[in-house]
């Protein structure tokens, strides 16, 4: 079984508990404007590795990742657009009690037979997924993603059904995430989800702009800077002012 794989990092310390194995999977259906791996949004392209391959370079660094409690985490482009070479990697990282996570915007999420019946067989082998919600608007989710939300929504409340631990992620993104109303929303969104452990505002940066130009793309959000760290707090106080409010009315 072999993946599309854009390229390996093999100390993260942001995807996740502990010192992560990180695999960024090719392939994307979302056009984020805010996007900083813009270079692994072709699918079907990336270089061919088999979960044997991986396996082996992930089992040299074992002894550092699992006495930090850490794992593997495959993140993107979008993993789950590989649902089978997931499961056969998962699979695997399981008989070594590998910690799993899986980093996705839920963007090919559907609910054909096919999917489900793949994405259920996934899940017997995940511990941990990060989903990142990017905005709550349908209208203004089309705007940033090039895509509707429905979808997306549809895979938070799925996820929540079958108590699977997720960290919820927000790229705050001023003028375009941040608005006071859309981040009320959101939280309020959250506060209907049982299986959240983690909430994390990831701030706009930058930092791909290099890899828009390299592949003779326009970066939409030239003119926008990264939000102040005051700015984070704020949105992050609404957001669970929001989801904490919701579950006391709730209950």
Known sequence: MQGNIHSIES?????GPGIRYVIFTQGCLLRCQYCHNADTWEIGTGKQMSVADIMEDLTSYLPF????????TVSGGEPLLQIPFLIELFKECKKLGIHTTIDSSGGCYSTAPLFQEQFNELLNYTDLILVDLKHMNRKKHIQLTGMANDHIIQFAKLLSERKIPVWIRH????????????LKELGEFIGTLENVEKLEILPYHKLGI????????????????PPSEDKV??????????LTFYKKVLS
């Not at 100390?11 to 995807?15: Q, S």
């Not at 790229?171 to 859309?182: A, G, K, M, Q, R």
């Not at 828009?212 to 959000?221: H, I, K, M, Q, V």
């Open 11 to 15: 100390f993260g310390t942001v995807d």
């Open 65 to 72: 990742i699992e006495s930090s409690g850490g794992g593997i």
């Open 171 to 182: 790229v705050l993104v001023p003028s375009i995430t941040d608005d006071e109303n859309d």
């Open 210 to 225: 290099y890899k828009w130009e390299a592949l003779g793309l326009d970066y939409p959000l030239q003119n926008i800077e």
């Open 233 to 242: 707090n704020i949105a992050y106080e609404i957001l669970t002012k929001s």
